[in-house]
């Protein structure tokens, strides 16, 4: 299983700011993609893990800024799994640019049911013995 997973992304003009630069929300998109790409690399996805009745849904989410993307550069992002407990993922995440760390950040996430009750992580995504130690 797959702990870590870089993905590349171009900038596109339509996520930029009046300045050229990538506007902050975006990060954040570009933090799910990550998230998705990561579990379709496990072999499962989003889709299929709620349509079996888990829902993960962001508790915690936060990004620093340290250089500017800007139109049309071309990104790689990192999206690793920090730790998983019965009920969250933790996930880091680096955004590059020719190697040059421009932002990191780190989300948590918790398992939910569809009434937003906590729930136990499906076996998919509690992992087995690569698991991330939970310490």
Do not use: W
Not at 49 to 75: Q, S, T
Not at 88 to 94: A, L, N, Q, W
Not at 113 to 132: A, H, I, T, V, Y
């Amino acid at each position: 299983m797959a702990e870590s997973y870089d993905i590349p992304i171009r900038v596109r003009y339509a996520e930029t700011d009046r300045m050229g630069l990538l506007h902050h929300a975006n990060y954040f998109i570009y933090f799910e993609m990550g998230r998705t790409e990561l579990l379709r690399q496990r072999g499962v996805s989003y889709r299929e893990i709620e349509d079996a009745g888990f829902l993960l849904v962001i508790v915690e989410i936060g990004c620093k800024f340290r250089k500017p993307a800007r139109y049309d550069d071309l990104l790689s992002l990192r999206t690793t799994v920090q730790r998983v407990t019965h009920v969250k993922i933790v996930h880091r995440y680096e955004l590059f640019r020719d190697g040059e760390l421009l932002a990191e950040g780190q989300s948590t996430l918790a398992c939910v049911d569809r009434e937003g009750r906590p729930r136990q992580l499906p076996p998919e995504l509690r992992g087995g013995d690569d698991r991330p130690n939970p310490s």
